[in-house]
């Protein structure tokens, strides 16, 4: 230990290595790239997979969605974690995760309401449009996975060794999609329900939840008014474009707040459903903004510049061919 401490010009001392082979302490990157450079090995060496369990899955599904292909998403969300989480350590990033709703129970529309308003003001959001959900949620520590699936997979959270939320999302949705479902999973995440709510209603109260993050009740009653007889189409158009939020999201919304009664909320449904197209709200505006995950990525390519992993390694972890890593990581 004292001969490598003297290898590494004596950046720390052999009681400090013998800490971290004690797993008492972890080196820093400064120390983790001169322990790499005193051996002779990448910075990878030192570590080993990394093994999540997640737990506590809220996993919505259409009856489409087989049992099969179920755990077949988990399994991948599994595997994208501990990359993720192994990612982490070698730049030896770690954070905890607060819930700012964590006191707040749940138990009808209006507790939701004031729970996503307690949330705009912890997290100093305000009411206006949210220009990146998932960039957002990443930045409150929150693990966004974006997956290739069949359109029958809508989203689903869950904790990863019981302190790393986890959202799961789509990645061939519009983005107004994915953008309320990952507020919908963030919801289960963070929403703490009455006993008695029952599943139906706890997916409903998400639901809830999303449309009130995209549109918060004081910014909605100030585009729409507190009651209206007609909602007209261009209108919804307007603020779908604005807010990224869909038109039948805007309308549930209006519905939950009494600015349309049941009657015109089931019409509007019954016209939209009379058409595949109408359904996918297919030519009817477009939200301009991205929604999509960035931070594994950008993390990959720090570790790599910084030489804290090999070329290979950063392949391996972004389950990419090296030629492929290669040719986009490109270093100044």
Not at 34 to 42: I, R
Request: proline fraction near 2%.
């Amino acid at each position: 230990m004292r001969e490598l401490s003297d290898k590494m010009e004596g950046l720390v001392s052999h009681n400090a290595i013998k800490k971290y082979e004690m797993g008492l302490m972890m080196p820093d990157s400064k120390v983790l790239i001169a322990l790499a450079t005193a051996l002779n090995v990448k910075t990878d060496y030192f570590f080993r997979p990394y093994e999540v369990s997640i737990d506590n899955i809220e996993f919505r599904k259409k009856s489409k969605l087989m049992v099969k292909e179920a755990n077949s998403i988990k399994e991948k969300v599994t595997d994208a974690i501990s990359n993720y989480i192994e990612l982490e350590q070698f730049l030896n990033l770690s954070s905890v995760f607060m819930n700012p709703l964590n006191e707040h129970l749940i138990s009808t529309g209006e507790d939701v309401e004031e729970a996503v308003n307690l949330l705009l003001k912890s997290w100093k959001l305000g009411i206006n449009a949210l220009p990146n959900v998932v960039e957002l949620l990443e930045d409150k520590g929150i693990k966004v996975i974006e997956i290739d699936d069949n359109e029958f997979f809508d989203g689903l959270s869950g904790w990863a060794n019981n302190n790393i939320p986890v959202i799961v999302i789509n990645k061939n949705f519009s983005v107004d999609r994915k953008r309320l479902t990952a507020l919908h999973e963030l919801a289960h995440l963070l929403l703490v329900f009455n006993e008695n709510v029952d599943q139906k209603g706890k997916e409903r109260l998400c639901h809830r939840f999303a449309g009130a993050m995209l549109m918060p009740i004081e910014t909605f009653i100030q585009e729409i008014g507190s009651s209206r007889k007609d909602i007209s189409i261009p209108e919804l158009i307007v603020l779908k474009e604005t807010y990224g939020i869909s038109m039948q999201a805007i309308m549930a919304r209006a519905k939950n707040l009494g600015v349309i009664t049941e009657e015109k909320f089931v019409k509007f449904r019954c016209w939209l459903n009379k058409d595949s197209n109408r359904r996918k709200e297919i030519g009817f505006g477009e939200y301009v903004g991205s929604e999509n995950s960035t931070r594994f990525k950008q993390l990959l390519y720090r570790a790599t510049s910084e030489e804290l992993i090999s070329m290979s390694k950063a392949a391996n972890l972004a389950n990419q061919k090296l030629a492929s890593f290669r040719d986009e990581f490109i270093q100044v």
